[in-house]
C-alpha cells in the first residue's frame, strides 16, 4: 500500500513535469473551460430570472447546486478525467507496459495524469464555489465545513466511479470516449438543475444508477438547512459511503475487464 | 525440474474480433449481443527452457509470436494450455511475476516519453525497489556497456532509434532480472547498431546467466547469439532445436555453379536441377542426400566442358526464408 502510493505520487510528479512542457496547451484549455461555464451560467440565470424561481428553487439556490456540482467536478477532473481517453492506451497498446511492472496496473492507470492538467477548473470551481455560496445565503459552521469535506470527497469518488466504469467498459469494447459523452456527460448536465425539476424515473436512475443526485441535489439540503424537506433525510448523509461504494464497484468491475486485455494487434 | 526456467504446454490463444457496429447505439449493441469472428494466433504450443538458455523464437509475420510472449510475461490470459514460468503461472500472479522478468519491445518503448531517459530509470527504481548499491552499480555498467552517456539528459522523444533501444535494453535490466524478453531488439537499426545490442545480450547472458527469448527477423541475431532456436508458423512450433542442426535437417539443398565452355543451348543435368543461367553459368540445385558434390560434378564433366565451379553452402538466411515461403 504503501509503495503503490509512494509510486503513484512519483509517476503522477513525472507526469507534470512531462505536461510542463506543454504549458500553452494548458493555458488554452482553461480559457475556453471559463467561457464554457460563464455561457452555462448565463443561460441558467436567464432561466430563474425569467421564470423567478424553478420548481420552488430561488436563482441563488440553483446557483449552489450548480456550484456543488462544479466543485465535485473540479476534484474528479484532476484526479480521473484522463480515464475517458483511456482506449487510446488499449488501442496504441501502451497499457502493455503497465502489466509487465510490479505494480498495480489500476494504480498505474490512475496515476498517468498529473493534477495539473485539472488545475485550471479546480481553481474555477472552488471559486465559483465560494461566490455560489455567499449568495445562496448559507450559513457556515463548523459542522457543516466538516459535512462540506465528506461531500467532496465522497461526490469526487462518485465521478470517479463512473468514470473508472468508462475506462472498464473499454476493456470490453475498446470504446472509452463514446460512454463517457453518451453517459456521464448529459448525466452530470442533468443534475445542474434541481432535481425534482425531472419525472421519478429520472430521479430514481440519478439516485441509484448514476447516483449523481448525491453530488449536490441532496447535500445542497444540508446547507441550506432544509433536509427535512427530503423525502427520507437520511440521504442528505449518504454521499461519503455512496462514493465508496460506488468506486469499489468500479474498480471489480475494472478487474474484471483487465482479464479480458488483450492489448494491440502485434 | 529445478534447472527448467519456462514450461509451456500445449498452449491457446484465439483472438475474438468484435464486428464493430458504428455510433454509440451500435457499441451498446454490440456490448449486448456481441458478434464475433474468431482468429487462432497461437494453436498448441509447448516447449520448455532452461534457466541460462538464450532461445531464439522465430517465425514470419503474424506466426504468434508476440502473442506467445505477451502471455508468457503476464500481459495476456490464454485461451488454453498451462505456462509456468518460474515457477508461477504469470497472468495469475502478475506483480510477482513482473519482479523477476525483464521486457523489451523493439516496437515500442517501455520509457516515459516526455522526460529525459534518466527519469524513467529513476521512476523505475522506485517501481521495483530497486537497492540502491545495485541501482548505482548497473546504472553505471551499462551506460558503460551501452554508451548511455551521451543522451542520459535527453528526453525519450528527441533519441535516435539506436540510442532508445539501448535505453529500453538497460531499463530492462536494471531490477536484475532472471528472465529477459526481447521482442524484436534490432528492429530498424543498423548494423553497427545491431552489433552494438548483440554484444550486450550476450555479455548479459554469459557474464550473469540471464535467460533470454530473443524474438527477430534478422537470422544474423540468431546466429550469432543462439545455440537453439524455436521456429514457428501459425501458431504451432515447426523447428525446435540446435541452429545448426536446421542447416542440416531443411538444409539439403546446395548448389552447384559452373561455368561451361562454349555456352551451351540446352542444360540438364540427372540429380539435379537448373535454377538458373546466365550465359555460360549455370546455376544447379541438388540434394545432397542424393547425390554427393563429387558425383555432380563429375556428371556434368562428362557432358559439358566445365572451366570454373563453386559450391554455395545453403545460408541459414535462405533456408528460413524457404520455409518462410513453402512451410517445412
Ligand atoms: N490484440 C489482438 N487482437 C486481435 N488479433 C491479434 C491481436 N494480437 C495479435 N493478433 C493476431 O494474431 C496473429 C499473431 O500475431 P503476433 O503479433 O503474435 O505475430 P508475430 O509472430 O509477433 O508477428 P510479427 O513478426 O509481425 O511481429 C496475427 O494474425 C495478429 O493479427
Ligand atoms: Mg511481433
Partial sequence: MLHALRCYLLLVGAQARAQMQYRFNFFAQVFSMIATYMGQFIALSWLTDRFGSISGWKLEEVILFYALAILAWGFAVSLFFHLVSFEDQIREGLFDRALVRPLNPFVQLLAGQSPIAGTGQLVFSIAAFLWATGRAGVVWTPLKLLYLLGVAVGSALILGAALVTVSALGFFTRRTYTFYWSLVFPARQLVHYPLNIYSQVVQWLLTVGLPFAFINYYPAHVLLDRAADLPWPLLAYLTPLVGVVAFAAAYGLWCLGLRSYVGAGS | ????????????????????????????????????????????????????????????????????????????????????????????????????????????????????????????????????????????????????????????????????????????????????????????????????????????????????????????????????????????????????????????????????????????????????????????????????????????????????????????EGIIARIYEEGV
Avoid at chain 2, 173 to 198: C, F, Q, S
Wanted: charged residues 30%; hydrophobic residues 40%.
Fill in chain 2, 1 to 316: 525440474m529445478e534447472d527448467v526456467m519456462i514450461t509451456v504446454e500445449n498452449l491457446r490463444k484465439e483472438f475474438k474480433i468484435l464486428r464493430r457496429r458504428p455510433g454509440f447505439l451500435g457499441t451498446l449493441r454490440s456490448l449486448l449481443s456481441p458478434e464475433y469472428e474468431v482468429r487462432t494466433a497461437v494453436d498448441g504450443i509447448s516447449f520448455t527452457i532452461r534457466r541460462g538458455e538464450l532461445v531464439g523464437y522465430i517465425g514470419p509475420n503474424g506466426a504468434g509470436k508476440s502473442t506467445t510472449i505477451k502471455i508468457l510475461t503476464g500481459i495476456m490470459v490464454p485461451t488454453s494450455g498451462r505456462v509456468v514460468v518460474d515457477g508461477l503461472v504469470p497472468y495469475e500472479r502478475r506483480v510477482e511475476n513482473a519482479r523477476r522478468i525483464g521486457v523489451v519491445f523493439g516496437q515500442r518503448t517501455q520509457l516515459w516519453w516526455d522526460l529525459p531517459t534518466i527519469d524513467s530509470f529513476e521512476l523505475l527504481r522506485h517501481i521495483y525497489r530497486i537497492p540502491a548499491g545495485v541501482y548505482k552499480q548497473n546504472l553505471e555498467l551499462f551506460t558503460d556497456l551501452l554508451g548511455l552517456g551521451e543522451f542520459l539528459n535527453t528526453p525519450v522523444r528527441q533519441l535516435s532509434l539506436g540510442q532508445r533501444m539501448r535505453a529500453d535494453l538497460a531499463a530492462a535490466l536494471l531490477h536484475n532480472p532472471r528472465l529477459v524478453y526481447l521482442d524484436e531488439p534490432t528492429i530498424g537499426l543498423d548494423v553497427v547498431a545491431k552489433e552494438r545490442i548483440r554484444r550486450f545480450i550476450k555479455e548479459i547472458n554469459r557474464e550473469r546467466g540471464v535467460t533470454i527469448i530473443l524474438t527477430t527477423h534478422d537470422m544474423q541475431d540468431i546466429e550469432k547469439l543462439c545455440e537453439r532456436m524455436i521456429l514457428i508458423d501459425h501458431g504451432r512450433v515447426v523447428y525446435d532445436g540446435p541452429v545448426e542442426e536446421v542447416k542440416r535437417r531443411f538444409g539439403q539443398h546446395r548448389i552447384l555453379v559452373v561455368d561451361l565452355e562454349g555456352a551451351p543451348e540446352e542444360v540438364s543435368v540427372e540429380g539435379a536441377e537448373v535454377i538458373r543461367r546466365e550465359n555460360g553459368r549455370v546455376w544447379l540445385r541438388f540434394n545432397r542426400d542424393e547425390i554427393s558434390a563429387a558425383q555432380l560434378i563429375h556428371r556434368v564433366g562428362q557432358r559439358y566442358n566445365i572451366v570454373d565451379l563453386t559450391l554455395e553452402e545453403p545460408e541459414i
